[in-house]
């Protein structure tokens, strides 16, 4: 297949079939494709072949939205027109290959966009302070959740001895099966090359992890720039985050990085999938539980609590599994709650207006 210049540059941020033929089905041609490659409240950074724009949305777009989730987020693709120098309007938003979402911090039930269209997460959990298994599989339920594959990234290893690294690996690999394991360091550039090597042109990968692991250190050792401000350097100013040149959406020679500068907490929500693939031994036992709703807490004929009793299953990862579990119908609950809310809130509404129309005269 020939590429012409445009198809090119749109492939190395990520463009693909599926969106070209949704373009076409959706007559969108005479806009400009683009990619959001950051957003600031209501305004966005997006590129595209000619360049970055700084765009906002046209009215239509706000007001038709159902959702804040509705509204492009960073790794989406928009059509665009371009009304001034690097000003553009953005029209439309592409549908999503998959959806990075966290819960809302303070609103009941809610979920808040991280970042769209990612293919892979990088899971980055550093060896000293951070490492923990049990986070680990939290945000491989976030990755299994939202239906994208995660790579292990453990960092900082020059901080501790080989042999400790081999003894966390192992760890790592009896609890967690079948995601491809890396280990490396900024500093000493141990294992950058095998990790860059594993990365591939076009595909979208999405940081994940604490606060402090090494994740926007990373991104400037694996594109060999300074996108990223990191900890060291501006913690001075605002606890290190978001200074002017900073990029959430990085395209380098082997893919396209986001970084996540948000995810302080991480929280389950309510994609029951992600934990089921993520412990997909503990839903495979459970098949042989007597009640096909059996919580796995205290019934009699549990598979899985027999499997503990017998060895058969890890009771730390029993424990994660139970905990996380019940998060999910928190908020479950949560979701449920703001629904019937939202519903009377809409009757309340109704109720007013009729009485309204039969006061008048
Ligand atoms: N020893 C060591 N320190 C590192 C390494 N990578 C990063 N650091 C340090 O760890 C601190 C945090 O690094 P960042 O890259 O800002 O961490 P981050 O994950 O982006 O943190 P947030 O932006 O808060 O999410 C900085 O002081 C880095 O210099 C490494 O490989 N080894
Ligand atoms: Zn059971």
Redesign the pocket.
Known sequence: MCLNRMEMILENLGYNKVLEEYRKAHHLDSFGIGRVISQHKDRYTVKTEDGEFDAELIGNLRFTATNKNDLPAVGDWVSLSEYDENKALIHAVFPRKSTVERKAVGKLGQTQIIATNIDFGLI?Q?VNRDFNINRLERYLTICNASKIEPIIVL?????IENQQLEKLMAQVKDRVKNVPLFA?????QIGIEKLKSKLTKGKTYCLL??????????INTLTGTHF?E???ISQSIDR??HITSHRELIVFENGILI???G?REVGITHNSDGLATTFDAIQIMAKDCKYSDCTHTNEKKCAVLDAINHGGLDFDTYANFIKMEKERMHFELDLKERKKKDKDFGKMIKRVQKERKNNKY
Not at 155 to 159: I, N, Q, R, T
Not at 184 to 188: R, Y
Not at 209 to 218: D, F, Q
Request: glycine content about 16%; aromatic content about 0%.
């Open positions: 980055v550093s960092s900082k290893v020059d901080l490396i360091s900024n500093q000493s992890g604490s606060s402090g692991v090494g994740k926007s250190t990373l990223m990191t900890g060291e290190g985050r970084d996540n500068p995810m």
